[in-house]
């Protein structure tokens, strides 16, 4: 099998497995629980969350664990947006960001917030300076992914960070789902206040995320119960998942220390192979993340080059998992302003760090096969 959807999900490490069962059946108690079986899963919950504090280089409070990036993003979306509201209610962000950005702003267009969906270049990239012009005196949330999910754009997010900064009554958030552990980001940076990261997209288990919140900045809960995690996410925590999350998060970073400039590589050859055809488009720019190529073939559809690949054990994708099974359509393809032919024909390729060469160059043989049988088929 050669799979290369890792930006829908990763295959996880061993040693996370194995720390989730070892967690789960020795640690099972509640850790709010006050006999000593409480106390010590209580211990493993903060020990694991100082661990991630410092890998993150950011202090243990302003950490919450949550179920995914999903949650992460609307907990901070709406979160900011439902505190600050007496602030102001324009809220900013852009066109290309993952359904869970996008819908959470929409929802809070229900309650009377303004949004403004920055447009992006060809490449997917958003100016600084339009963000600074899109400002207003009602300004309360920027909210801008750091890596895109389906076309690896990286944004400027530091210059992004030093513009928030001039304007101390708005907060910052940036969706790290797709750059964590692929492309470094500075948590600590000052205009950063909110950060998304999810625990399946680096080779943990799903069900887990964190949401950084920077010391001092407040969010409305969207669940209200037992206090848990400063009152801000409470219900009884899943320990397992954190303990696993915070294994994969070390696990990652030391991969991306030894291991980033494989990814590179293999980048470089999967772009050099297809764009040698005639049929095939890279839309991905040059300088987006290594591990995410996007390429359209127009006039073939994209659900059946995708059947054909998977009879011959290849897995790749069209676009986000969380939007492939609506309109065939990539809207961030659209958003880039590329024609119908290529922004309805999309497909992504996502690496990891176990995919090796000969995986790849067997991929590019067989896709370009796939492409001449059907060409056969269609009688081309």
Request: hydrophobic share 35%; net charge negative.
């Amino acid at each position: 099998m050669i799979y290369l959807d890792n930006s829908a999900t990763t295959s996880p490490y061993k040693e996370v497995l194995d720390s989730f069962y070892k967690v789960s059946q020795g640690f099972f108690a509640n850790p709010s629980s006050i006999h000593y079986l409480g106390g010590e899963v209580e211990q493993l919950l903060t020990k694991a969350k100082e661990q991630a504090a410092s890998l993150l280089n950011v202090l243990p409070k302003e950490l919450i664990f949550t179920s995914g990036g999903t949650e992460s993003n609307n907990l901070a979306i709406k979160g900011i947006a439902l505190q600050h509201q007496n602030r102001g209610k324009h809220i900013i962000t852009t066109q290309i960001e993952h359904p869970s950005v996008l819908e959470a702003c929409r929802s809070l267009e229900q309650f009377g917030f303004d949004v403004t969906y920055l447009s992006v270049d060809i490449e997917g990239k958003v100016s600084p300076e339009q963000v600074k012009a899109a400002i207003r005196e009602d300004t309360i949330l920027i909210s801008i992914m750091h890596v895109n999910n389906e076309i690896g754009t990286i944004q400027p997010i530091e210059e992004i960070a030093a513009i928030s900064q001039q304007y101390p009554k708005l907060f910052f958030h940036v969706d790290h789902v797709q750059g964590l552990g692929k492309v470094p980001l500075h948590l600590a940076h000052e205009g950063i206040d909110l950060c998304s990261m999810s625990s399946h997209k680096i080779h943990g288990l799903k069900g887990t995320g964190l949401l950084y919140i920077k010391r001092g900045t407040s969010l409305y809960p969207l669940v209200h119960g037992g206090g848990q995690q400063e009152e801000i996410r409470p219900g009884t925590e899943n320990v397992s998942g954190i303990v696993a999350m915070v294994k994969a998060l070390r696990l990652t970073f030391d991969n991306q220390k030894n291991k980033i400039d494989e990814i590179s590589k293999l980048s470089r050859s999967i772009r050099e192979c297809l764009a040698a055809d005639s049929r095939i488009y890279i839309n991905s720019p040059k300088t987006g993340a290594p591990h995410i190529i996007n390429i359209s073939v127009p006039g073939y559809k994209p659900e059946v080059v995708i059947h054909a690949l998977g009879k011959k054990d290849i897995f790749i994708s069209t676009k986000s998992a969380c939007s492939s099974k609506h309109s065939d359509e990539s809207a961030v393809l659209a958003a880039c302003g590329l024609e119908q032919s290529r922004t309805m024909h999309g497909f992504r390729i996502s690496l990891s760090f176990y995919n090796t060469e000969e995986e790849i160059n067997q991929f590019c043989r067989t896709f370009l096969e796939v492409l001449d049988e059907l060409s056969d088929v269609m009688g081309r």
